[in-house]
């Protein structure tokens, strides 16, 4: 009888612990950005390297402080590809990162289909948002907008254990605080 006691109570350990952990990966460490109304949607302009923001409307976006890649927004734009391309800077070999499921505006897969389809192109909307992450926007060609970071060559070095090299800056000191 006692046998079926202890089993019972590791099994709902392990099912409390199974259901604390999905909730602090898929809920816990996000809240929702504040928009400021006028910069949360930047690019970086071609003619002078510095980021720029463009117009948009209906900005949704999440962030956690645990990680500096979970990130995401969605927005729309009237701004048109053409005129997109010639202003700002694109941002090649970039991958959409999964949202989670309940910030239903951003859906990687179908961000990615239609980066690979040519309806959406990647602009760098910022150059080291965090050491080693730039910040990456997508725009479709009916101007449904899309932002989320992405580790850049001296993140994926530095992350990876690589020598990271003289081409990246040095890093951030980490306080003790």
Same mark, same amino acid.
């Given at each position: ?5 202890? $089993? ?29 109304g006028t910069d949360d ?58 949202a989670p499921g309940w910030?239903d505006c951003f859906d $990687?897969? $179908? ?67």
């Amino acid at each position: 009888m006692s046998g079926k006691i202890i $089993a019972g109570a590791i099994v709902m350990i392990a099912l409390l612990a199974g259901a604390l952990v999905y909730y602090m990966q898929i809920y816990a460490y996000y809240d929702a950005v504040t928009p400021t109304g006028t910069d949360d949607v930047m690019l970086v302009s071609l003619s002078t390297g510095a980021p720029e923001p463009i117009l948009y409307e209906g900005f949704r976006a999440i962030d956690a402080d645990s990680s500096p890649i979970r990130y995401r927004a969605c927005f729309t734009t009237p701004h048109s590809l053409a005129m997109l391309t010639e202003t700002y800077q694109a941002y090649d070999k970039a991958e959409p990162r999964v949202a989670p499921g309940w910030f239903d505006c951003f859906d $990687a897969e $179908a961000i990615g289909q239609e980066i690979t389809a040519g309806t959406a192109l990647t602009f760098l909307g910022q150059k080291n948002v965090a050491y080693g992450v730039d910040r990456v926007v997508a725009i479709t060609d009916d101007g449904r907008g899309y932002v989320w970071h992405e580790l850049n060559d001296c993140g994926d070095k530095a992350y990876d254990g690589t020598v990271v090299g003289e081409e990246c800056p040095p890093r951030p000191e980490i306080s003790a605080d």
